[in-house]
T-cell receptor, first 111, second 113 residues
Framework: GQSLEQPSEVTAVEGAIVQINCTYQ??????LSWYQQHDGGAPTFLSY????GLEETGRFSSFLSRSDSYGYLLLQELQMKDSASYFC????????????FGKGTTLSVSS | DVKVTQSSRYLVKRTGEKVFLECVQD?????MFWYRQDPGLGLRLIYF???????EKGDIPEGYSVSREKKERFSLILESASTNQTSMYLC????????????FGNGTRLTVT
């Protein structure tokens, strides 16, 4: 089977830095993805790590350590609009096609 | 931009009814997926398809079936709806193998009474 663990809630203030951790157990691992979902909206893709290391996209960065079955999403210079749920997901199954999601982390950013 | 369209935003059905949820994508994507989302449980994969007429079970396929007769269309079927299938259903598509971003539709909120 597969399982992913991430914190259920994180709170922070504007301008701060937040790290959302994700640990996983899965067979046939291909990579780790991160998605953002605002209330009432559809999940949207943020990043993908297929190899160990850090991937940076603007204020967001994502890290993967395959040997530790661990990754994180780092959000810098937090803004109110970053308040949302964040999901880590592992690629597995037929050529890594299937995406299995964690239960999500609700990030609340206050002023 | 990729567009994934789900046929209904809200749906109310009675217990025992056969329910069809339709999803269409316009970007010639190989893969299509059906998830359900419930508070505190995240997104759970029901079924996915990596080619026309091909389907694979996800983590929670019981009580559901799917159909993919054309590349752009992926249907989720509830053979006999039950109240525990009340949920938000999300369809998604992706281009090819692992790492390709999933593009989600806006979801169908299904209530079974």
């Amino acid at each position: 089977g597969q399982s992913l663990e991430q914190p259920s809630e994180v709170t922070a203030v504007e301008g701060a830095i937040v790290q959302i951790n994700c640990t996983y157990q899965t067979s046939g691992f291909y990579g780790l993805s991160w998605y953002q979902q605002h209330d009432g909206g559809a999940p949207t893709f943020l990043s993908y790590n297929g190899l160990d290391g850090l991937e940076e996209t603007g204020r967001f960065s994502s890290f993967l350590s395959r040997s530790d079955s661990y990754g994180y999403l780092l959000l810098q210079e937090l803004q109110m609009k970053d308040s949302a749920s964040y999901f880590c997901a592992v690629s597995s199954g037929q050529a890594g096609t299937a995406l299995i999601f964690g239960k999500g982390t609700t990030l609340s950013v206050s002023s | 931009d990729v567009k994934v369209t789900q046929s209904s935003r809200y749906l109310v059905k009675r217990t025992g009814e056969k329910v069809f949820l339709e999803c269409v994508q316009d970007m010639d994507h190989e893969n299509m997926f059906w998830y359900r989302q419930d508070p505190g449980l995240g997104l759970r994969l029901i079924y996915f398809s990596y080619d026309v007429k091909m389907k694979e079970k996800g983590d929670i396929p019981e009580g559901y079936s799917v159909s993919r007769e054309k590349k752009e269309r992926f249907s989720l079927i509830l053979e006999s709806a039950s109240t525990n299938q009340t949920s938000m259903y999300l369809c998604a598509s992706s281009l090819d193998q692992g790492g390709s971003p999933l593009h989600f539709g806006n979801g169908t909120r299904l209530t079974v009474t």
